[in-house]
């Protein structure tokens, strides 16, 4: 059974950056194709970044492309999210994903594992 853990939110300024990181364990991380999501208060949950197993083909959703990169570490069992340019509109909960079956989907319930989520605020 894989583990997500998500650390690295907090409260930030319109324009600061943080660095979202994702720590995986119970399984063979490199098996699993990573992605993250967001959900704010009232709205659904929605895609953010996906990436592959082996760390090609990165996708970030349009609202975030230019802005948010996601990366992966197999050997240290961890995916980040590296997030600039910070916007108030950015402000929600965010998630990191598992699934085994590689290829990319922003289809929340294709993803098999869930982390519990890390809050991110952006507010003057």
């Known amino acids: 059974q894989l583990r997500l853990v998500e650390s690295g939110g907090g409260s930030v300024q319109p324009g600061d950056s943080l660095r979202l990181s994702c720590a995986a364990s119970g399984g063979t991380f490199s098996s699993y194709a990573m992605a993250w999501f967001r959900q704010a208060p009232g709205k659904e949950r929605e895609f953010v970044a996906y990436?592959?197993?082996?760390?090609?083909?990165?996708v970030a959703a349009d609202s975030v492309k230019g802005r948010f990169t996601i990366s992966r570490d197999n050997d240290k069992n961890a995916v980040y999210l590296q997030m600039n340019s910070l916007k108030p509109e950015d402000s929600a909960v965010y998630y990191c994903a598992a699934k085994g079956a590689n290829g990319y989907t922003a289809t929340s319930y294709m993803y098999n594992y869930w982390g519990q989520g890390t809050q991110v605020t952006i507010s003057s």
């Open positions: 990436i592959s197993k082996l760390g090609s083909n990165p």
